[in-house]
């Protein structure tokens, strides 16, 4: 049995060691353990993590290292826990009355679950762009500098420097940049999405997680948002459900395959595609169920 050991590196990220005994690896961690190189650095990790919702065990024995500046897609038949898993990492299923836990879900080194953890603070690290582009009802301006203002922030200069930076990260800013006054709900469902992930990156996070963020849009603007999302992993870490096979082929660098609540396989997403090792897995991305 494979088993791993977490070393904390000297920026606080879990490094992984192949050999030193830690914690037992259920067969879906040995999927994990196969595609782990030595001294691979993640930025998200969830050991032995089960997930229910009342009875309901809807994530089971979970072991799996998110990497750092890549983007990781959660794929998989709809109630395989995908979303679940997503929400996990800021936090998103503790608005659930059922949802309880156990395991460890950790950001670098830190258990996101431990009693001294704010949300509030977490989620200015792991932001959150959802299936349907959700902008207030504000000015383009007052939405991306939404967050800042929550955290107390309010020089004119500080925030309109924020404003263009996530704008022009967001691939938005030649677009909007004359308007920036005008109601963001007066923007197509493309540009609103990109608004949202600006007024995700405003506060500057380290981790974006996105649940079918385009499953909502046309071809172009969907084509846009991969385009956006390749560019950000260099700055971020990126974790994408999605239920569209050529956008996880498209732009993940990983891909996760969940079937009922168990991670099937997990590996880089050109072998996943071309040479997955379960049949399971072998016809839900070739479409032949799902
Ligand atoms: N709020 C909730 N309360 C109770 N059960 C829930 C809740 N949300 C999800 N579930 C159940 O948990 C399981 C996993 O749901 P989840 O939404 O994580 O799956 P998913 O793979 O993201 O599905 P989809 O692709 O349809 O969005 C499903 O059986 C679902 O019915």
Redesign the pocket.
């Known amino acids: 049995m494979m088993t791993t050991e977490f070393l904390i590196d000297t920026h606080g990220t879990p490094r992984v060691k192949l050999d030193a005994p830690v914690y037992r690896a259920s067969e879906a961690a040995s999927a994990y353990d196969a595609r782990v190189k030595p001294q691979s650095t993640f930025k998200l990790h969830t050991t032995d993590l089960n997930v229910y919702?009342?009875d309901?065990h809807?994530l089971k024995n979970i072991n799996m290292g998110i990497e750092s500046n890549a983007i990781t897609a959660l794929i998989?038949?709809?109630?395989?826990?995908?979303?679940?898993?997503l929400r996990l990492f800021n936090r998103m299923n503790d608005y659930?009355d059922?949802f309880h836990m156990s395991g460890q879900v950790l950001l670098g080194d830190k258990n996101i679950y431990d009693k001294d953890v704010a949300t509030e603070e977490l989620r200015k690290l792991v932001g959150m762009v959802f299936q349907k582009p959700n902008p207030f009802p504000k000015s383009i301006y007052d939405n991306v500098v939404y967050g800042l203002k929550i955290q107390g922030i309010n020089k004119k200069s500080t925030l309109d420097e924020a404003v263009e930076r996530a704008l022009r990260q967001s691939a938005l800013w030649d677009e909007v940049k004359h308007d920036l006054k005008k109601s963001a709900l007066s923007l197509s469902g493309g540009q609103q999405q990109r608004l949202c992930i600006a007024r995700t990156l405003a506060v500057q996070p380290d981790v974006i997680l996105m649940d079918e963020p385009t499953s909502a849009l046309d071809p172009i603007a969907s084509a846009k948002i991969e385009d956006l999302m390749v560019e950000l992993k260099k700055e971020y870490t990126i974790v994408i459900?999605t239920?569209n096979m050529q956008q996880a082929s498209r732009v993940s660098d990983n891909c996760a395959f969940?079937y009922m609540g168990d991670l099937v396989e997990y590996s880089d997403t050109k072998s996943m595609f071309t040479h997955p090792q379960k049949t399971q897995t072998q016809n839900y991305v070739t479409g032949r169920f799902g």
């Open positions: 919702y009342g309901h809807v998989g038949p709809s109630g395989c826990g995908k979303s679940t898993y659930i059922t459900v239920h969940f």
